[in-house]
């Protein structure tokens, strides 16, 4: 597959930049926007004018998208004191102090404190900080993990934390567990709702209509949040 950076200008004048993906397998032009921006698939020997068509026929859906992307990036993190920090749906204030650097951070109200050897050392915060969202998170999921088995009346299933770019979590064949460390970030709510989907798929491997009544069952009302979760969820991966 060759890929190369372009810029096009649509019809309504605006000039947008893509990648150009060319494969020989392909055989259709396909558009896709995600937080890297528009990459256009197309066939190898494909002329630019039919890729210019193809845009210029998509320009209010591709506009659309790029700015509904735009809106949805969240300003680079900064790991100083002072930085405003998500956790369970609120906000802690962190707070960085020079101090001893194997002490793990600790919640002091809704300040969460941080000591490193280096107070300007913003890797060593991050690597503190993320150290101890992960075990705040392990704790809280374990809890609700065996809540939510019981009223599924099955044994507690083992636990893991994931680090997935995307997914909020996963069950497998042998009935294993992963959670993303980073739904500590969410509402209870949310973090419950995607327990309830997860321990679901101990009872149904797929997404039949028997797995969402059984999700349903477990956490009413659980398509409301299941779209909340997929409108703000883009919001705790910023770390």
């Not at 700015?67 to 969240?74: F, P, S």
């Amino acid at each position: 597959m060759k890929s190369e950076e372009r810029r096009a200008r649509l019809p309504n004048g605006e000039e947008i930049r893509y990648l150009l993906k060319r494969s020989p397998r392909r055989r259709t032009i396909a558009l896709r926007i995600d937080s890297s921006g528009l990459t256009v698939n197309a066939p190898a020997r494909a002329p630019l004018y039919r890729l210019e068509a193809v845009l210029a026929d998509k320009a209010g859906w591709v506009s659309e998208k790029l700015a509904e992307m735009l809106a949805r990036q969240v300003p680079a993190r900064v790991w100083q004191d002072g930085e405003t920090l998500p956790f369970l749906g609120g906000e802690l204030r962190l707070t960085v102090l020079a101090g001893r650097a194997r002490v793990l951070p600790r919640l002091a109200g809704e300040q969460l404190l941080a000591e490193v050897a280096d107070a300007a050392d913003g890797s060593a915060v991050k690597t503190k900080v993320v150290k101890w969202y992960r075990s705040q998170a392990l704790a809280h999921f374990a809890e609700r993990v065996a809540l939510y088995a019981a009223r599924l009346n099955v044994p507690v299933p083992p636990l893991a934390l994931s680090n997935a770019a995307t997914r909020w979590g996963s069950c497998n064949a042998r009935g294993e567990v992963r959670l993303n460390w980073r739904l500590i970030k969410a509402a209870p709510a949310l973090i419950d709702y995607v327990v309830a989907h997860e321990l679901a798929h101990l009872k149904h491997l797929d997404h039949s209509p028997a797995f969402w009544h059984t999700v349903e069952r477990l956490f009413p009302g659980c398509l409301a949040v299941r779209r909340e979760l997929k409108s703000t969820g883009h919001r705790f991966h910023t770390f």
